[in-house]
């Protein structure tokens, strides 16, 4: 049976994609997009896309640049990465999540399914964050930190419409963050760190302990 045209992927002129790509169907890759060699691509990928921002939003800097997809990169059912963004070597972008623009995921990691990473997130390699999590724009997340179904990360001090800078979370190389758990708007939790399931953590956590709890305390 052959194809129906719809099915193939709808790939921009200006796009660069290595010969041994694979697409599934109904594929977008929209202009300056470039994906190296053994990417994969699923069913109902959205590439490159360029945001549409409310006047009144605190994501300013003119319009993203190319969209760069590393080699054997994965990205799975009907997700969506915005322009200007990188994902590296090896990482697996899961069914349905969203990646804004200026994002860098660094090589070897997974961002679980449904999972929404905001704007201006930098991720490092070997990062496991599971499903239905949100990084808040301007967080850090260093190699090897594991993120628990279902976390938020949080960057708004004043949650209101005064004017005032968001400040991301930064987690550090190889700290835990249990399922359900929020991390408020510049905490630090450090290396090789523990936070519990449902915390909510308004303080840095000192590298190697454990915090649980409402609000987290180190036990």
Do not use: W
């Amino acid at each position: 049976m052959e194809d129906h045209p719809a099915s193939q992927p709808l790939v921009a002129e200006s796009a660069s994609v290595a010969a041994d790509v694979v697409f599934g169907a109904n594929v977008v890759v929209h202009e300056g997009v470039e994906i190296a060699a053994g990417a994969v691509i699923q069913d109902n990928v959205v590439l490159g896309k360029q945001p549409l921002l409310s006047p009144r939003s605190a994501n300013r800097g003119g319009k993203p640049g190319a969209l760069r997809i590393g080699a054997g990169a994965q990205i799975c059912a009907g997700a969506v990465v915005f322009a200007g963004s990188q994902i590296g070597a090896g990482t697996i972008i899961g069914d349905q999540a969203c990646v804004r623009e200026h994002a860098v995921i660094g090589e070897q990691s997974v961002i679980g399914r449904a999972s929404g990473v905001d704007n201006n997130v930098v991720i490092g390699d070997r990062v496991s964050i599971q499903s239905s999590v949100y990084i808040a724009a301007g967080t850090r997340i260093a190699d090897d930190v594991f993120v628990g179904p279902g976390a938020i990360t949080t960057n708004d001090r004043l949650v209101g419409p005064r004017a005032g800078e968001l400040e991301g979370p930064q987690l550090d190389a190889g700290c835990r963050i249990g399922a359900g758990a929020i991390v408020l708007p510049g905490v630090r939790v450090g290396e090789k760190a523990v936070v519990g399931a449902g915390a909510v953590v308004s303080g840095d956590v000192a590298a190697g302990t454990l915090v649980v709890g409402v609000p987290a305390r180190e036990r």
